[in-house]
């Protein structure tokens, strides 16, 4: 899982909750990614950041949100508004914009909705 | 857009035999192609990448793939294959604009004692 660390490893929440998932890195990598992957099935992209400050939404970012003020974190919060949250959290980064790089993986998040 | 295939949702070897897992690709220019192992609960982790040069990539834990271009593929495959090889397997490809990958659905790989 290389030097990008998830915290929780398991998390519950109540329903109408807000919960924040960690991701923080420590591989000087300028580009960090949050996935959600569904029993069975493969990755989606939930929002994506380039740079410090700057992040653009993936293709199922609703109902979540995120910040990335650190070049080494990029935590994401599931609201309310996600109406099934329960999945297992992957975040990745790499190094920067250049297609040739690849992307290095946490070892995930599980949350699971009481 | 770029779109990747994996058309196997299961593949089951014996130990020792060679594996195959398949993975096609369509894309707009030219192709960055990576291969990715998951387990149980766990992230993914890289295997080995084809970025350019020769079609025939090697990676970690004895895996290689076959870049194809005329028939957009890019197959990976192992001589032979461990039980500990059982896991699930992705594909993906990246966006041609550096910014995210698109990945396969993943093939579940069973190798049998």
């Known amino acids: 899982d290389g030097g990008i660390t998830q915290s929780p490893k398991y998390l519950f929440r109540k329903e109408g909750q807000n919960v924040t998932l960690s991701c923080e890195q420590n591989?000087?990598?300028?580009?960090m990614y949050w996935y959600r992957q569904d029993p069975g099935q493969g990755l989606r992209l939930i929002y994506y950041?380039?740079?410090?400050?700057?992040?653009q939404k993936g293709d199922i970012a609703e109902g979540y949100s995120v910040s990335r003020e650190k070049k080494e974190s990029f935590p994401l919060t599931v609201t309310s508004a996600q109406k099934n949250p329960t999945a297992f959290y992957l975040c990745?980064?790499?190094?920067?914009?250049?297609?040739?790089?690849?992307?290095?993986f946490g070892p995930g998040t599980r949350l699971t909705v009481l | 857009a770029q779109s990747v295939a994996q058309p196997e949702d299961q593949v089951n070897v014996a130990e020792g035999n060679p594996l195959t897992v398949k993975c096609t690709y369509s894309?707009?220019?030219?192709?960055?192609l990576f291969w990715y192992v998951q387990y149980p609960n766990r992230g993914l982790q890289f295997l080995l990448k084809?970025?350019?040069?020769?079609?025939l990539v090697k990676g970690s834990y004895g895996f290689e793939a076959e870049f194809n271009k005329s028939q957009t593929s890019f197959h990976l495959k192992k001589p032979s294959a461990l039980v500990s090889d059982s896991a699930l397997y992705f594909c993906?490809?990246?966006?041609?604009?550096?910014?995210?990958?698109?990945f396969g659905p993943g093939t579940r790989l069973s190798v049998l004692p």
């Open positions: 990745a980064s790499k190094w920067s914009a250049s297609g040739r790089n690849e992307q290095f």
């Open positions: 591989l000087n990598h300028d580009a």
């Open positions: 950041s380039q740079i410090v400050n700057d992040f």
């Open positions: 894309v707009s220019g030219n192709p960055y």
């Open positions: 084809y970025i350019t040069g020769d079609n």
């Open positions: 993906a490809v990246d966006d041609n604009y550096g910014q995210n990958f698109v």
